[in-house]
């Protein structure tokens, strides 16, 4: 997945330009050779997600999401990215949760993600 994030207060029309302009299909060859190589994936099917979120909320999302997907970008606002690590989060504990253990945490090694959950609890 190649994520872009940014602050962009221009207009809709402007925010599409800029957007596109960073998953740019040269840039983008260039980055799969450089991850194909690096990773040694030759000869695997290899699927690209674009992702660019934007670090303000958006009211207009919905028209800027519709004039990304010629390009094959998805849009997403940080109200967008934080459901998404919420409902990533849910899923992960739903899933290692048994029997000895309803209240499953995350990994140590997971302090952003800690941090996240606990923030988002308290609001």
Known sequence: MHVEIGAL?????NIVKIVAEKFDPNRVDL????????????????NYNKLYVLTV???????????LAPYGVKFWDIDDLVEKIEQSINSWVQTHKTPQNPYPSLPESYWMLQL???IATQQ
């Open 9 to 13: 207060y221009e207009s809709a029309r």
């Open 31 to 46: 980055i799969k050779k450089y991850f194909i190589q690096l990773l040694d994936f030759q000869g695997r099917q290899i």
């Open 57 to 67: 909320s958006r009211k207009d999302k919905k028209n800027i999401n519709d004039m």
């Open 116 to 118: 996240f959950k606990v």
